[in-house]
């Protein structure tokens, strides 16, 4: 089979000439033979006349399959054909006379990969929250066959049957993967943990001196009595999270190990270098003779790395790790993997937001993520991006330049914003008798954990799993005013005359104005014929009664 390309396309895209680049691993033919570029040669064509009429074939070395590679102004990409190429059938025709005078370029190259092996056409990064198939971030559902290589922690392990819920899973997988990576069939599955040592603080919880931060959410594995409370310094856990602006691990899954962990891991930002040390976090390690690995120079603060060392029992918290065995840099968001299958990938990433840099694009975890007029979002809205969010990006991988572009953000727990007077008891706060979990990274930037002093505050957070709202802001918002009130949330028990958020009840008969998801006005009944269980719904501009109920509020659809 061949395929042909008619070179009066070029009309549209002002090309002359054709550039045949061959990577190691064949050569690229003329059907004619009068043409050849050989393995790890560039040939330049010139298209110069309205008769050119040739097919290029490809001659793979034994052992290799091939496929034109497929990206921009590549001809052909994609196919496994012989490829023709002709402006055949088009003379006089001024307009591609002057086109084959220009002096643009269009490519025409194969890939080559050993055979039995995939081609990835899809990858990501999430949270493991089912089996039968592995399934991650509740939506991605991966076959497992007889040539998929799971490896935990570096480690090949021949089956799935040690991976566990939370565990954090680094994946590719092949040309079965669906665009939304919905279903495909997983060729690598790596389990990648955050810390494996032991605690050197109860409260706040740190492992290696490393911040660990927990909610309903995370799975809870081998304590004793199921309870964080219970462990002491010196147990030894294995994290499985995600990093945070401040370098604390929002953790998926803690699991004790009562027999210790032969090897220790740490994984994080180099935060300090010295002379023969360097720290992560605030945990110093001794680097001994060990040289970095994979690193673009000598160990610098900023850095991304991997550190294991050899379990030391009588290692003590505030002591420098002495035992360090290997230290290797690793690059952030997800990698572009050998063997793509085109030059843009179904991707997915679940991280927590390092930076926003724009209404457009932002950074969790070393992914940069760019956001267009029609991305979707579940659980939350675009404003809800920001610094400590922790959310999934699904959409389209540029494995060339590592970008992905969200197709979809999920925040993962429901955003939640209340803004109202605060209220303090025995050291717990809450808002309109909601109480809010806050942690050891809740931004409070106007000290109001300090003081607990009567004012409006509004709280940015989500709903965990046993739901609790997790609070990741605090900002102060003048004299405490329940006339002026703002409650967002999922929707529950809605009926004919309400509905409430996080047990709120929003009385509707009162209420000021109805907005649909785009900020347009609707009547009552038109609202509640949209509105389902699990919408996130604001009520802004509302007069708190003090027992239960929002009045007089401004409603609107966000999710």
């Not at 001794?286 to 550190?307: F, H, K, M, T």
């Not at 699904?394 to 979809?408: M, Q």
């Not at 009130?485 to 008969?509: E, Q, W």
């Not at 104005?513 to 609202?527: K, Y």
């Amino acid at each position: 089979m061949r395929l042909l390309i008619l070179l009066s396309i070029f009309a549209f895209l002002g090309a002359c000439k054709v550039v045949v680049s061959v990577p190691e691993g064949g050569r690229v033919v003329s059907l004619s033979g009068d043409f050849a570029c050989e393995a790890g040669e560039t040939c330049t064509i010139d298209v110069t006349d309205t008769d050119f009429d040739k097919t290029f074939r490809v001659e793979a070395e034994a052992g290799l399959q091939w496929r034109w590679r497929q990206f921009p102004r590549g001809l052909c990409g994609g196919s496994q054909s012989d490829c023709r190429l002709a402006t055949t059938g088009f003379p006089g025709n001024d307009n591609l006379l002057a086109i084959l005078a220009s002096d643009q370029e269009f490519y025409l190259e194969p890939k080559f990969w050993p055979q039995g092996e995939s081609e990835v056409a899809g990858l990501g990064r999430g949270t493991l929250t089912g089996f039968g198939s592995l399934i991650i971030n509740e939506q991605t559902h991966l076959a497992l066959d007889d040539n998929t290589r799971i490896r935990l922690d570096g480690d090949d392990n021949p089956s799935a049957s040690d991976l566990a819920l939370g565990m954090v899973l680094h994946y590719t997988s092949g040309d079965d993967t669906t665009n939304n990576l919905a279903t495909g069939t997983a060729l690598t599955v790596d389990a990648i943990s955050e810390v494996k040592g032991p605690i050197t603080s109860v409260n706040p919880l740190r492992v290696l001196a490393q911040l660990v931060i927990s909610t309903g959410d995370t799975v809870l594995a081998d304590l004793p009595g199921g309870q964080l409370n219970a462990l002491v310094v010196g147990d030894e856990l294995e994290v499985h999270g995600f990093r945070g602006g401040n370098n604390e691990i929002n953790a998926t899954r803690i699991q004790r190990k009562a027999g210790g962990i032969p090897v220790w891991k740490l994984t994080g930002t180099v935060t300090g270098v010295g002379t023969g040390t360097f720290n992560i976090g605030s945990q110093e390690i001794l680097l001994g003779d060990i040289a970095p690995r994979d690193c673009s120079g000598p160990l610098a603060i900023g850095d991304q790395v991997e550190a294991r060392f050899a379990r030391d029992p009588g290692f003590q918290p505030g002591q420098a790790l002495a035992t360090l065995s290997d230290i290797e840099c690793q690059g952030g968001g997800l990698p572009s993997p050998a063997n793509p299958i085109a030059s843009v990938l179904a991707g997915e990433f679940e991280g927590v937001v390092n930076r926003v840099i724009s209404a457009e694009r932002f950074e969790f975890n070393g992914q940069l993520v760019v956001l267009k007029s029609n991305t979707r979002f579940r659980f939350g809205t675009r404003s809800d991006i920001i610094p400590g969010a922790r959310l999934e990006a699904e959409g389209t991988f540029d494995a060339v330049n590592s970008v992905l572009t969200a197709r979809e953000i999920k925040f993962k727990g429901s955003r939640v914003r209340i803004e109202a007077p605060l209220e303090s008891s025995g050291g717990q706060i809450s808002l309109l008798g909601i109480r809010l979990l806050v942690t050891a990274v809740t931004e409070d930037e106007d000290g109001i954990l300090d003081t607990l002093s009567s004012r409006q505050v509004e709280v940015r957070g989500f709903l965990d799993g046993t739901g609790w709202v997790v609070a990741e802001q605090l900002r102060e918002r003048g004299d405490p005013d329940a006339g002026d009130v703002r409650l967002r949330g999922p929707a529950s028990d809605i009926d004919g005359n309400g509905f409430s958020i996080l047990g709120i009840r929003i009385d509707t008969d009162t209420a000021r104005a109805f907005r649909n998801r785009s900020g347009v006005l609707i009547d009552r009944a038109t609202f509640f014929q949209r509105l389902v269980e699990g919408a996130v719904v604001s009520a802004e501009d509302a007069t708190w009664d003090g027992a239960g109920s929002l009045r007089n509020a401004r409603i609107e659809l966000e999710d």
